[in-house]
């Protein structure tokens, strides 16, 4: 079965600092991708970034950059120079490619404090 | 705004009762996904639609259906409801039904049972 696993439930920063959020998952395919989605107060479910398994460099989206181990099946997320408006749900989630299901992780929830 | 819009925002009914959700995509997308948040929960995938047909299947109860129209919207029913069904429903749409693309989420819709 594929499964993605968040082992942070829960996470704190202060503003300005960095803060990495873990997620690794399991599969059997060669061809995927990840994602990182937030989830701030309001529900809305908003891409952060998204990772191409056959691209060996890893994402960057401003403060928002992916360390990417595909032999390790390792997907973190480091936020720098963390503002309050980071304060959300973080999930990672990962879909093999030509197939139609996204598939989540629990989720770590990220506050980042003043 | 997403551009994918779901309607209602905030629905509470009672147990027993039969709910409707509706989900209009972003425009030119023709994929369309259905997933349930339960409480401080990751995201369930219930159901996929592509152009009017069902692309995938997910954890979806027997008591609830979907169907995605002609114009493309998508309606979420569910019935018999009990108190676990409570929920955070969300629609996503894509272009096309492949990992490559990405899912844009809609607000969600709030579902209570009392």
């Known amino acids: 079965a594929q499964t993605v696993t968040q082992s942070q439930p829960e996470m704190s920063v202060q503003e300005a600092e960095t803060v990495t959020l873990s997620c690794t998952y399991d599969?059997?395919?060669?061809?995927?991708?990840l994602f990182w989605y937030k989830q701030p107060p309001s529900r809305q479910m908003i891409l952060v970034i998204r990772?191409?398994?056959?691209?060996?460099q890893n994402a960057t989206e401003n403060r928002f950059s992916v360390n990417f181990q595909k032999a390790a099946k390792s997907f973190s997320l480091k936020i720098s120079d963390s503002q309050l408006g980071d304060t959300a749900m973080y999930f990672c989630a990962f879909i093999p490619v030509n197939t139609d299901k996204l598939i989540f992780g629990t989720g770590t929830r990220l506050q980042v404090f003043p | 705004d997403s551009g994918v819009t779901q309607t209602p925002k905030h629905l509470i009914t009672a147990t027993g009762q039969r709910v409707t959700l509706r989900c209009s995509p972003r425009?030119?997308?023709?994929?369309v996904y259905w997933y349930q948040q339960s409480l401080d929960q990751g995201l369930q995938f219930l159901i996929q639609?592509?152009?009017?047909?069902?692309?995938a299947k997910g954890n979806i109860l027997e008591r609830f259906s979907a169907q995605q129209f002609p114009d493309l919207h998508s309606e979420l029913n569910l019935s018999s409801l009990e108190l676990g069904d409570s929920a955070l429903y969300f629609c996503?749409?894509?272009?096309?039904?492949?990992?490559?693309?990405?899912?844009?989420f809609g607000a969600g819709s709030r579902l209570t049972v009392l």
């Open positions: 425009s030119g997308d023709l994929s």
């Open positions: 990772q191409e398994a056959y691209k060996q």
């Open positions: 599969t059997s395919e060669n061809n995927y991708y």
């Open positions: 639609y592509y152009n009017g047909e069902e692309r």
């Open positions: 996503a749409s894509s272009v096309e039904f492949s990992g490559a693309n990405v899912l844009t």
